[in-house]
C-alpha cells in the first residue's frame, strides 16, 4: 500500500507539478506552496514512526475477499432496472446505427446543463459507486468484472466521465488496502507500466465526450482537438491549479464546504454543482484545478500542509497495524480522494453514499468471515 502509494503520488501529483512548474514561469510564492504540500505528504508516508506497531516491518496482510457473489448480481439487477430507458435508448439507437449521433447529443445536453439529474439516475450513480467499492474487495472473476464492464458501458454512453473516472477510483483504492502484503513486494517495472496504462485510459474518458461534442462542427481537425484535449486533461489541471494558488488563501474559510460538500448538504446547505469556471492555461483551456483547490479553499495554506501530513502518516501507520472499522474507513477514504486526483469525491453526495455503504457492507462481511480486518 505505501510502495504503491509512494508511486502513485509521483506519477500524478509529483512529476506534472515538476512539469509544470519548469516549463513556466510561475511565481516563486506558488512554487513553494505546492512544494510544501507535496514534500509533506512524502514526509508522513515514508517517515519512520517511533511507535509500537504490529509486524513494523512487514506490511499487515489484510486480504480481503467479498464471498457472497448474489450481492454482485443484485447491484447489476437494480442498475438495470434504474436505467432501463437508458439500456432501451442504447440498444434502439444501435440497432438504427444512430449510437454516435445520440451520444453526441447525450454529451451536449450534459455539458449545457440541459438534462435534469433525475432521482433515478442518482440513486443509480450511488448503485454504480456502489458496486465499484465492492469491486475493490472482490475476488477477481470473470462473472463480477462483466457486470462491472456492462456499468462502465452504460455510464460511458451517457457520458458521465465523472462517475468513472471516481468509480476507478474506488476500485483501486479498496484493491490497495484488500492486496496490502502482497503489492509491497511488485516489481517496479510492472508498477510503472500499471500506471501508464491506467493514464492512458483516464485520458480517453475525459476526451471521449469533448471530440464527440466538438465534432458536430465542421472543418475541425480530429487531431489537433485530441492533442489539445489531452493536454487540458492533463498538464492543464497542473497548470490551473499553479496560476490560482498564488492568490489561495493562508487560514481556514469553508472548513470542508468545497472537499467534503455532502457533509454541509446533509444539514440542509446548498452547494453549486460542477466544477469551477475554465481559465486560460499555458496547455490550452480547462476547469479542472486538481483536488488540492478545494482543500485549499476550505482549510488555507497552512492547515492543508498539515492536513497532508497526516494523510501521509495515517497510510504509514495503517500500513502496519489490524483495522478496526473505523480505522477501516477513514484509511479507504483517504486513499479515495488522493487517488481520485481531478477533484474531492465526496463533492457529491450519491458517490459519498454509494461509497461508505460499500465500505460498511465490506467491513461487516468479513468480519462475518472471521476477516484480518479485526
Same mark, same amino acid.
Given at each position: 500500500m505505501?510502495?504503491?502509494?509512494?508511486?502513485?503520488?509521483?506519477?500524478?501529483y509529483?512529476?506534472?507539478?515538476?512539469?509544470?512548474?519548469i516549463?513556466n514561469?510561475?511565481?516563486?510564492?506558488?512554487?513553494?506552496?505546492?512544494?510544501?504540500?507535496?514534500?509533506?505528504?512524502?514526509?508522513?508516508?515514508?517517515?519512520?514512526?517511533?511507535?509500537?506497531?504490529?509486524n513494523?516491518?512487514?506490511?499487515?496482510?489484510t486480504?480481503?475477499?467479498?464471498?457472497?457473489d448474489?450481492?454482485?448480481?443484485i447491484?447489476?439487477?437494480?442498475?438495470?432496472?434504474?436505467?432501463y430507458?437508458?439500456?432501451?435508448e442504447?440498444?434502439?439507437?444501435?440497432?438504427?446505427?444512430?449510437?454516435?449521433?445520440?451520444?453526441?447529443?447525450?454529451?451536449?445536453?450534459r455539458?449545457?446543463?440541459?438534462?435534469?439529474?433525475?432521482?433515478?439516475?442518482?440513486?443509480?450513480?450511488?448503485?454504480?459507486? +456502489?458496486?465499484?467499492?465492492?469491486?475493490?474487495?472482490?475476488?477477481?472473476?470473470?462473472?463480477?468484472?462483466i457486470?462491472?464492464?456492462?456499468m462502465?458501458?452504460?455510464?460511458?454512453?451517457n457520458?458521465?466521465?465523472?462517475?468513472?473516472?471516481?468509480?476507478?477510483a474506488?476500485i483501486?483504492?479498496?484493491?490497495?488496502?484488500?492486496?496490502?502484503?502482497?503489492?509491497?513486494?511488485?516489481k517496479?517495472?510492472?508498477?510503472?507500466?500499471?500506471?501508464m496504462?491506467?493514464?492512458?485510459?483516464?485520458?480517453?474518458? +475525459?476526451?471521449f465526450?469533448?471530440?464527440?461534442?466538438?465534432?458536430?462542427y465542421?472543418?475541425?481537425?480530429?487531431?489537433?482537438?485530441?492533442?489539445?484535449?489531452?493536454?487540458?486533461?492533463?498538464?492543464?489541471?497542473?497548470?490551473?491549479?499553479?496560476?490560482?494558488?498564488?492568490?489561495?488563501?493562508?487560514?481556514?474559510?469553508?472548513?470542508?464546504?468545497?472537499s467534503?460538500?455532502?457533509?454541509f448538504?446533509?444539514?440542509?446547505?446548498?452547494?453549486?454543482?460542477?466544477?469551477?469556471?475554465?481559465?486560460?492555461?499555458?496547455?490550452?483551456?480547462?476547469?479542472?484545478?486538481?483536488?488540492?483547490?478545494?482543500?485549499?479553499?476550505?482549510?488555507g495554506?497552512?492547515?492543508?500542509?498539515?492536513?497532508?501530513?497526516?494523510?501521509g502518516?495515517?497510510?504509514?501507520?495503517c500500513?502496519?497495524?489490524?483495522?478496526?472499522?473505523?480505522k477501516f474507513?477513514?484509511?479507504?477514504?483517504?486513499?479515495?480522494?488522493?487517488?481520485?486526483?481531478?477533484?474531492?469525491?465526496?463533492?457529491?453526495?450519491?458517490?459519498?453514499?454509494?461509497f461508505?455503504c460499500?465500505?460498511?457492507?465490506v467491513?461487516?462481511?468479513?468480519?462475518?468471515?472471521?476477516?484480518?480486518?479485526s
Amino acid at each position: 500500500m505505501r510502495t504503491i502509494m509512494n508511486y502513485f503520488f509521483c506519477i500524478f501529483y509529483i512529476f506534472p507539478f515538476l512539469l509544470v512548474l519548469i516549463q513556466n514561469n510561475h511565481s516563486t510564492y506558488s512554487v513553494w506552496i505546492i512544494i510544501l504540500i507535496l514534500f509533506s505528504f512524502m514526509l508522513g508516508l515514508n517517515y519512520n514512526l517511533n511507535i509500537k506497531l504490529i509486524n513494523r516491518n512487514v506490511a499487515i496482510n489484510t486480504k480481503i475477499n467479498i464471498n457472497n457473489d448474489k450481492i454482485y448480481i443484485i447491484a447489476l439487477l437494480l442498475y438495470c432496472l434504474l436505467n432501463y430507458d437508458l439500456l432501451f435508448e442504447i440498444l434502439f439507437n444501435s440497432m438504427n446505427g444512430d449510437l454516435s449521433t445520440w451520444a453526441v447529443q447525450k454529451s451536449i445536453e450534459r455539458y449545457d446543463e440541459i438534462a435534469d439529474v433525475s432521482i433515478t439516475q442518482q440513486i443509480s450513480t450511488v448503485v454504480f459507486i +456502489f458496486y465499484c467499492t465492492l469491486m475493490g474487495y472482490s475476488k477477481k472473476n470473470y462473472v463480477n468484472t462483466i457486470i462491472l464492464i456492462i456499468m462502465i458501458a452504460v455510464e460511458s454512453s451517457n457520458l458521465a466521465r465523472a462517475s468513472v473516472v471516481i468509480g476507478l477510483a474506488s476500485i483501486f483504492s479498496g484493491y490497495l488496502i484488500s492486496e496490502n502484503n502482497e503489492l509491497q513486494t511488485i516489481k517496479h517495472k510492472k508498477i510503472i507500466i500499471y500506471f501508464m496504462f491506467t493514464i492512458l485510459i483516464l485520458i480517453l474518458i +475525459f476526451s471521449f465526450s469533448a471530440i464527440l461534442r466538438l465534432t458536430q462542427y465542421n472543418d475541425i481537425d480530429l487531431t489537433d482537438i485530441f492533442t489539445s484535449k489531452i493536454q487540458s486533461y492533463t498538464v492543464a489541471i497542473y497548470d490551473a491549479f499553479a496560476l490560482w494558488v498564488y492568490n489561495a488563501p493562508i487560514f481556514p474559510v469553508s472548513y470542508g464546504f468545497e472537499s467534503f460538500t455532502f457533509v454541509f448538504k446533509a444539514f440542509g446547505y446548498k452547494a453549486p454543482p460542477g466544477f469551477y469556471d475554465p481559465i486560460n492555461t499555458n496547455y490550452g483551456e480547462t476547469n479542472v484545478f486538481s483536488l488540492l483547490r478545494g482543500f485549499l479553499n476550505d482549510f488555507g495554506v497552512c492547515l492543508t500542509i498539515i492536513i497532508f501530513l497526516l494523510f501521509g502518516v495515517i497510510i504509514n501507520w495503517c500500513n502496519y497495524i489490524k483495522l478496526t472499522l473505523i480505522k477501516f474507513i477513514i484509511l479507504n477514504s483517504i486513499i479515495f480522494i488522493l487517488v481520485t486526483v481531478v477533484i474531492s469525491p465526496f463533492q457529491f453526495t450519491t458517490v459519498s453514499a454509494g461509497f461508505f455503504c460499500g465500505l460498511v457492507y465490506v467491513y461487516f462481511n468479513q468480519s462475518k468471515n472471521q476477516s484480518h480486518l479485526s
